[in-house]
């Protein structure tokens, strides 16, 4: 280790651990190839977002929450708005 020099950084490498790209180039060509050849290829479902819809509600407890309850208006807000009614009715009575 020199006091001197510093070291170069490493390179940036991005590893996709959910994919395997060797696998999926190897399922596009037998696909080509049966598109050639004349034979029906499947093909991958359309995205559908109604899959999906409200899931996410169930496994959060504050979302829950406020699904059950719907938008509340809290306390200072309540009072804020009060007060203010309070003195727009005594300024336009004088």
């Not at 959910?18 to 499947?42: F, I, N």
């Not at 406020?66 to 300024?91: D, N």
């Amino acid at each position: 280790m020199s006091l001197f020099k510093a070291r170069k950084p490493r390179q940036f490498r991005r590893v996709s651990i959910y994919t395997d790209e060797s696998r999926d180039r190897l399922q596009k060509l037998a696909d080509d190839v049966r598109r050639e050849q004349g034979e029906a290829v499947e093909t991958e479902e359309r995205y559908n977002p109604d899959k999906f819809r409200g899931t996410f509600i169930n496994f959060t407890p504050r979302a829950q929450k406020y699904k059950e309850g719907g938008s509340r208006l809290g306390w200072p807000i309540v009072i804020t708005l009060i007060f203010g009614m309070i003195i727009l009715w005594r300024f336009l009575l004088r």
